[in-house]
């Protein structure tokens, strides 16, 4: 049994990580691990990054067709999708919220890991809707990129 099926929480080491090089770009991190009937993902990208062998198997992203364009975020049902980018000390991380309040552009908010701890502030920098979906973009340190998950306003 994998950590992840006693904890509910996934760590990078469940997930397929791009290079350095891709996240400069901004790229799509899928954290969909569940073998699930799925795939508004692989329908709703442009360039056809994200495929599944079935679909039962989870969604992989082939990070240099990727252009992180945010589509898959909303589109979501699992909110399993976000979108990292990162340039020199800073990044920036798409995600999905489905809250309320939604925060506001240039707003400040707490930064969660995927366990929910706050782990820093965060400014708002993309507001959109995708559907019913709100999609979050927030500016953060580098070194959390691969951590930050969600936001609390």
């Known amino acids: ?15 397929q990580i791009p290079s350095e090089k891709q ?11 569940q073998e699930i009937p799925c795939n508004p993902c692989v329908e709703s990208c442009p360039v056809h990054a994200i495929s599944m062998k079935d679909i039962n198997a ?19 049902p699992g909110l399993a999708i976000f979108v990292v980018k990162v340039a020199g000390k800073k990044a920036w991380v798409t995600l999905p919220y489905e809250f309320v309040p939604t925060p506001q552009i240039g707003d400040s908010v707490k930064a969660l890991d995927r366990t929910g701890a706050i782990q820093t502030n965060a400014l708002v920098k993309k507001v959109i809707k995708q559907g019913k979906t709100m999609v979050i973009t927030i ?6 990129a691969m951590d930050i998950r969600n936001i609390k306003v």
């Open 58 to 76: 989870p969604p992989v992203n082939d990070f240099e067709k990727c252009i992180g364009c945010t589509k898959c975020v909303g589109i979501c």
């Open 23 to 33: 996240l400069e770009k901004g790229v799509a991190i899928l954290e969909c691990v």
């Open 1 to 15: 049994m994998r950590q992840y099926e006693k904890t509910g929480i996934l760590s990078a080491k469940d997930l």
């Open 139 to 144: 500016e953060i340190d580098s070194d959390l």
